[in-house]
């Protein structure tokens, strides 16, 4: 729950950049929630797809994200799982056909109204590290802290290659690539909240540098904008 000084951490950037295993690391140093907005965008599309509800639906997709429950909580073994309407589907919503169909889903404002409200209730009860594409123009534009991650969409499509064959999935580095250029151009040129970094963000280019050397850059950001330097 919040502490007496509010914390709000905003992290934008393209698929890829690194976002969430950073977000998570400094919500752990901090001991603050690490809100995963980009694993709600994923529930729906998740949710769309076992329901045969067409990405181009916009008001059945908005009615979906207004009635689903998403909770994003911490196991004790210290994983984030994505819960929606009581069913674990933190597995599922990686799997490519969600990564591929998501930015069709996210495109909508109907669904992003509902999504950002949740979103802004989860800022006002706890202290927050949160990730996405909007958070630090439109769900969290007084965050104390912005930060817009970005890398070449080469070391982008490096990095989910090596993780996506952790996890067994066998998509090409090719394909992998073409899939994070395609989102990438939706992300950025869609009407509602595209991506792009906030006015007062900091733009750090995370291409050839290592986890550690991102958290430490972002911690010390944190700490001159709590001080007001
Ligand atoms: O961070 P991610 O790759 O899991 O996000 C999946 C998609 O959701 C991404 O392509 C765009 C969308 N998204 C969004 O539009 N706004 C957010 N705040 C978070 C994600």
């Given at each position: 729950m919040k502490g007496l000084i509010t914390i709000r951490i905003a992290i934008d950037g393209p698929a890829g950049a690194g976002k969430s295993t950073i977000a998570k690391m400094i919500a752990e140093k901090l001991n603050?929630?690490?809100?995963?907005?980009?694993?709600?965008?994923?529930?729906?599309?998740?949710?769309a797809l076992q329901n045969d509800i067409a990405c181009t639906d916009e008001k059945a997709l908005s009615k979906l994200a207004q009635e689903s429950e998403i909770m994003l909580i911490r196991s004790c073994e210290g994983k984030q799982l994505?819960?929606?309407?009581?069913?674990?589907?933190?597995?599922?919503?990686?799997?490519?056909e969600i990564s591929n169909n998501v930015s069709l889903v996210a495109r909508h404002e109907g669904?992003?109204?509902?999504?950002?409200?949740?979103?802004q209730n989860l800022a006002r009860q706890h202290d927050v590290i949160m990730d996405g594409?909007?958070?630090?123009?439109?769900?969290?534009?007084?965050?104390?802290?912005?930060?817009?991650?970005?890398?070449?969409?080469?070391?982008?499509?490096?990095?989910?290659?090596?993780?996506?064959?952790?996890?067994?999935?066998?998509?090409?580095?090719?394909d992998i690539k073409k899939d994070l250029e395609e989102r990438d151009f939706l992300d950025k040129?869609?009407?509602?909240?595209?991506?792009?970094?906030?006015?007062?963000?900091?733009?750090?280019?995370t291409t050839n540098l290592s986890q550690e050397q991102v958290v430490s850059a972002i911690l010390k950001?944190?700490?001159?904008?709590?001080?007001?330097?």
């Open positions: 603050i929630l690490y809100i995963d907005t980009g694993a709600m965008y994923r529930a729906i599309t998740y949710l994505v819960v929606c309407n009581d069913v674990d589907i933190t597995e599922e919503i990686r799997d490519p669904v992003r109204k509902e999504l950002v409200k949740k979103q594409r909007d958070i630090g123009t439109v769900v969290l534009p007084d965050a104390e802290c912005k930060i817009y991650l970005t890398a070449s969409l080469e070391e982008r499509a490096s990095r989910r290659y090596k993780e996506i064959r952790t996890k067994g999935y066998r998509e090409s580095y090719e040129n869609r009407d509602v909240a595209p991506l792009r970094p906030a006015l007062d963000a900091v733009v750090l280019d950001i944190y700490q001159q904008k709590k001080r007001g330097i």
